[in-house]
């Protein structure tokens, strides 16, 4: 016995039992980017230093950081970085690390 519904929005007929035998694919939409929870190990304690705003810390290592920096990423050693504050996200590193790394500086 075929079943069919009717489907008002298009105004035709549903095989429901053909819909039941096709293979839907389903589609996830994408997770929001989250922050990793990484230790950070502000070494730098130089006085020429200039502060910069991230958009989010996505791995690290030993010695370093990965941050996206103005839809970059940017591996920023811990002995260049004075401070990091994630709540802000903005941190304060070496001038000489953001001119070798080519960032515009926020302040």
């Not at 990484?38 to 690290?60: L, M, P, S």
């Not at 002995?79 to 001038?95: H, R, T, W």
């Amino acid at each position: 016995m075929n079943r069919a519904r009717r489907n008002a929005k298009a105004d035709e007929m549903v095989d429901i039992d053909k819909m039941k035998r096709q293979k839907v694919k389903v589609t996830k939409s994408p997770k929001p980017r989250r922050q990793k929870d990484i230790d950070i190990r502000c070494e730098y304690d130089g006085d020429d230093t200039v502060g910069i705003h991230f958009d989010a810390i996505e791995a690290g290592t030993k010695k370093a950081a990965l941050f996206i920096i103005a839809g970059d990423e940017v591996w920023l050693p811990f002995s260049q970085l004075k401070d990091v504050d994630v709540v802000a996200q903005a941190l304060i590193c070496s001038e000489w690390i953001a001119g070798e790394k080519g960032l515009e500086p926020d302040w």
